[in-house]
């Protein structure tokens, strides 16, 4: 199993060792003939910011590849979605069987909680951030056999 999460990109700005690539998002129906027509079509652009030693050896415009590690994705969406749900279910529970309090004031405690995590990921962010390692990658050519 292939534990890499790639995502093609271009080189879009090269600041010391800060390599700031650009990777468009496209919806699966972006390529439709229809989709001036459609509502449904839509494409994002996100900016990613990946750290090289080496980085004199990109270029700007080039085209490469974004890589992550699959264990990395799931302890991001852990650490964004997971941990402040559980917290939330805990608070509301808590406040509400255990404190017996109204139903405003736990989803208010929940709501309490819920951005007390965030800004203490917030102070923490570089910290997180060195766990979050990126690189990027030069496209490998693709062989037909």
Same mark, same amino acid.
Request: with cysteine.
């Given at each position: 199993m292939n534990d890499i999460i790639e995502h093609s990109g271009e080189i879009y700005e090269i600041d010391g060792s800060r390599v700031r690539? !650009?990777?468009?998002?496209?919806?699966?129906?972006? =390529? @439709?003939? *229809?989709k001036s027509l459609c509502s449904q079509s839509e494409t994002k652009e996100k900016f990613v $910011? #990946?750290? $090289? $030693?080496?980085?004199? !050896? &990109?270029?700007? =415009?080039?085209?490469?590849?974004v890589c992550g590690t699959l264990s990395m994705g !799931? !302890?991001?969406? &852990?650490?964004?979605? =997971? #941990?402040?749900? #559980?917290l939330i279910v805990?608070?509301?529970?808590?406040?509400?069987? *255990?404190? =017996? @309090?109204? $139903?405003?004031?736990? #989803?208010?405690?929940?709501?309490?909680?819920?951005? @007390?995590?965030?800004?203490?990921?917030?102070m923490v962010r570089d910290k997180i951030e060195r766990k979050f390692v990126m690189w990027i990658e030069r496209p490998k050519e693709h062989v037909a056999y």
């Open positions: 690539v !650009r990777i468009v998002q496209v919806a699966a129906c972006a =390529g @439709c003939k *229809a $910011d #990946v750290y $090289d $030693d080496n980085s004199e !050896r &990109w270029k700007v =415009g080039e085209a490469v590849n !799931r !302890r991001a969406v &852990w650490q964004a979605f =997971g #941990v402040p749900t #559980v805990i608070a509301l529970l808590v406040s509400k069987l *255990a404190l =017996g @309090c109204s $139903d405003g004031v736990s #989803v208010l405690a929940a709501f309490a909680v819920a951005g @007390c995590y965030f800004a203490a990921m917030y």
